[in-house]
Nanobody, 125 residues
Framework: QVQLVESGGGLVQAGGSLRLSCAAS????????MGWFRQAPGKEREFVAA????????RYADSVKGRFTISRDNTKNTVYLQMNSLQPEDTAVYYC??????????????????WGRGTQVTVSS
């Protein structure tokens, strides 16, 4: 089993920054992909960014490219999402997820088997 716990959410003004953390425990293997998704009220869960533990390769949604950066610390089994230049449309619950497939970086929620409970990010205008 894999357990994922997000932290770092909060309230920030437009233009501000936040860093989210996702602490992973359990049977995490180096080939796993770790992703961040978000879900705003009344909207579907959408892909934000992902990285593969072993290679550090990354993939981003177009809406966050140049503003958000995903990174990982293998020694701490933690994945981070640095979010800069936040805008009100970034307001959502942010979820960490793990995909055990050995190739590719998925962008669909169904690609990911394991999920955290989420952390709220609210950006005020």
């Amino acid at each position: 089993q894999v357990q994922l716990v997000e932290s770092g959410g909060g309230l920030v003004q437009a233009g501000g920054s936040l860093r989210l953390s996702c602490a992973a425990s359990g049977r995490i293997f180096s080939h796993y992909v770790m992703g961040w998704f978000r879900q705003a009220p009344g909207k579907e869960r959408e892909f934000v960014a992902a990285t593969r533990w072993s290679s550090g390769s990354t993939r981003y949604a177009d809406s966050v490219k140049g503003r958000f950066t995903i990174s990982r610390d293998n020694t701490k089994n933690t994945v981070y999402l640095q979010m800069n230049s936040l805008q009100p449309e970034d307001t959502a619950v942010y979820y960490c997820a793990a995909d055990p497939r050995p190739s590719g970086i998925g962008v669909r929620p169904n690609d990911y088997n394991y999920w955290g409970r989420g952390t709220q990010v609210t950006v005020s205008s």
